[in-house]
């Protein structure tokens, strides 16, 4: 392992501090590194491998699609986008998607078409973009900027302009900062990074309600919780409100490097036209053929049902951790997006003695042991991972 190690921090660029580990293969909801040790994945790629590792049908379907065709360029239509088009839009309730290669992209997507929106009502170049303090959207320019965490932002400003932000939650100061500018308001469903917190049902309503008396799009970012994850295919499903604009990615292609946005008919109707957005390889047949085999395999396997069902468990197994250890303070979180408020005992001391005994969890924040395991475990990996945890703890 030390090898590969060694060749990877002389030759790629370092802009991550990569835990010891050079991971090999995987089964089911464990992966093993180059010298054979196990370990049960409670992180899944950051929330990506949602159906777990070495599964028959997803693993088949792209081997299928690699035979057939891996790229075209959106100059053509092809078969996979089709149908992963169709189900996504079915999915989503919503009306059109475009494919994007990343979570980011999608944001980049999403912000574009906030602001033609409002460029076709007006035209003027002056529009607003409201943010959420502690949010996290991405690392490019665009959705750097949205991002409300100045630790991310400040090596590369000036960023692009016309940014405000608000507190999460605090649907007051989301009021005082809509002005006759505003045209979109852009948050996650559940903040993801900034420590795994969830919309309250009267702060997402109540932006909703503001967006639609304002004329502003709401955008809601699912690339995180998206996918199944809080217990509903999309988390805002949960709250019974919709979003003008949607970005996912992560699970949504379960491995394979892809992400969308989203928009609902009006604003499909009033914002991005040919000319206005495009991508070389976002809609390839392999990344299409990952998103409908993904939907597929959650529909046959009842995924969002399953999470539903065992999130009691999982809930109940990490309140017990919090009453009996007194380095958590307390749990947060939604379905397989939980987080563990740690207090006394730094989150990444407890990340490092986790790995060393054959469990990946990660952090959220400065605080928070995040755990967003493949949304295919049974109790008998919760109950895996509360031991290994406790051999960290100790």
């Known amino acids: ?14 802009t991550y501090n ?73 999915a989503s309730g919503m009306d059109k998607v475009f494919f994007t290669n990343s979570g980011t992209e999608a944001i980049e ?23 959420m303090n502690h949010s996290f959207h991405g690392r490019s320019l665009g959705a750097l ?15 692009i302009g016309g940014i405000k932000f608000a507190d999460f939650n605090d649907l007051e100061s989301v009021k005082a900062q809509i ?29 909703r309600q503001l967006c639609d008396a304002h004329d502003i799009l709401l955008i809601l970012d699912e690339i995180q919780c998206g996918m199944g994850r809080t217990g509903h295919l999309f988390a805002w499903q949960d709250y019974g409100v919709k979003p003008d604009v949607m970005t996912c990615a992560k699970a949504l292609g379960c491995g394979v490097p892809v992400g969308a946005f989203v928009l609902n008919k009006k604003t499909a ?6 000319g206005d957005h495009g991508t070389t390889y976002g809609g390839n047949p392999l990344a299409c053929q990952a998103v409908s085999t993904v939907f597929d395999i959650f529909e046959e396997q009842k995924i969002v049902e399953h999470v ?31 987080g563990l408020v740690t207090e006394g005992k730094p ?7 986790a790995l060393a005994n054959g469990l990946l969890v990660i952090s959220a924040g400065q605080d928070v042991l995040r755990l967003v395991p493949p949304l295919v475990i049974e109790e008998k990996d919760i109950d895996e991972m509360i031991e290994k945890l406790k051999a960290s703890l100790a």
Not at 54 to 69: F, M
């Open 18 to 90: 990569r835990f010891p580990v050079v991971l090999d293969y995987g089964k089911g909801v464990h992966l093993y590194d180059t010298e054979g040790k196990e370990y049960l994945d409670f992180a899944a790629g950051i929330a990506v491998f949602a159906l777990g590792y070495a599964n028959e049908t997803y693993n088949n379907a792209l081997k299928g699609q690699i035979d057939k065709l891996i790229h075209t360029s959106n100059l053509y239509y092809n078969v996979p986008m089709a149908c992963a088009a169709e189900k996504l839009v079915k």
């Open 179 to 207: 002005t006759d500018k505003t045209c979109a308001i852009i948050m996650e469903t559940v903040q993801g990074e900034g420590g795994i917190y969830p919309a309250s049902r009267e702060f997402l309503s109540g932006v």
């Open 109 to 131: 997507g999403a912000i574009k078409v906030a602001r033609k929106y409002a460029y076709l009502k007006d035209h003027s170049n002056d529009h607003e973009i409201i943010a």
């Open 269 to 274: 109707e009033h914002s991005l036209v040919p």
């Open 347 to 353: 989150v990444g001391e407890i990340v490092n003695k």
């Open 308 to 338: 539903q069902k065992l999130t009691p468990y999982l809930e109940k197994k990490l309140d017990e951790l919090v009453e009996n250890y007194d380095c958590f303070t307390t749990r947060r979180g939604k379905g397989f997006m939980q």
């Open 145 to 159: 900027s949205v991002t409300g965490n100045t630790h991310y932002q400040d090596p590369f400003k000036p960023l």
């Open 1 to 14: 392992m030390n090898n590969y190690m060694e060749k990877s921090e002389e030759n790629v660029l370092h």
